[in-house]
């Protein structure tokens, strides 16, 4: 991993690990259009796209 890609990656951790995160800047400003995610829950599918991961995580902070 290079440099660029660790600040990308703990960008998006400090902006994923307040109380309050602003969805729009982890998705819009720190993720590519056809990023996927693998949520951490057991059983759960990949999740591909900004919005489809920005609906995810805004339904794991309800």
Do not use: C, K, N, W
């Amino acid at each position: 991993m290079t440099d660029h890609h660790e600040q990308m990656v703990r960008g998006f951790l400090d902006a994923l690990h307040v109380s309050d995160p602003d969805f729009a800047v982890l998705t819009e400003g720190l993720l590519a259009e056809d990023a996927r995610y693998v949520p951490l829950l057991p059983l759960r599918a990949p999740v591909r796209g900004r919005a489809a991961i920005r609906m995810t995580l805004e339904r794991h902070y309800e």
